[in-house]
């Protein structure tokens, strides 16, 4: 079984910038699409960013565009999510995940478990 840790999150203030990484183990990383997902408080868990693993394709949701960045590098069984121009609504848990295609703003992480996540928080 796949595990993965997040890590990266901290306390920022806007419009600054944080790199979350996701190191993944268990399992063979590289035949995977990977997404991350983050929840706010009261909010459900949903995917902001995803990236395929044969041609590393991004995919963002729209709220997202133009500031993150989704990454990989199969040889480290890593996925990068660079955050920039960061808004006190990006404040939440960031989660990494396994991801179906095609990517929607719906789609749900794969693998059997979720890691601890890394906390994101946006000051203003």
């Known amino acids: 079984e796949v595990q993965v840790v997040e890590s990266g999150g901290g306390l920022v203030q806007a419009g600054g910038s944080l790199r979350l990484s996701c190191a993944c183990s268990?399992?063979?990383?590289?035949?995977?699409?990977m997404g991350w997902f983050r929840r706010a408080p009261g909010k459900e868990r949903d995917l902001v960013a995803a990236?395929?693993?044969?041609?590393?394709?991004?995919y963002y949701v729209d709220s997202v565009k133009g500031r993150f960045t989704i990454s990989r590098d199969n040889d480290k069984n890593t996925v990068y999510l660079q955050m920039n121009s960061l808004k006190p609504e990006d404040t939440a848990v960031y989660y990494c995940?396994?991801?179906?295609?095609?990517?929607?703003?719906?789609?749900?992480?794969?693998?059997?478990?979720w890691g601890q996540g890394t906390q994101v928080t946006v000051s203003t």
């Open positions: 268990g399992g063979t990383f590289s035949v995977y699409h």
């Open positions: 990236i395929t693993w044969t041609d590393g394709k991004p």
């Open positions: 995940n396994a991801v179906l295609w095609p990517f929607s703003a719906t789609s749900k992480g794969t693998f059997g478990s």
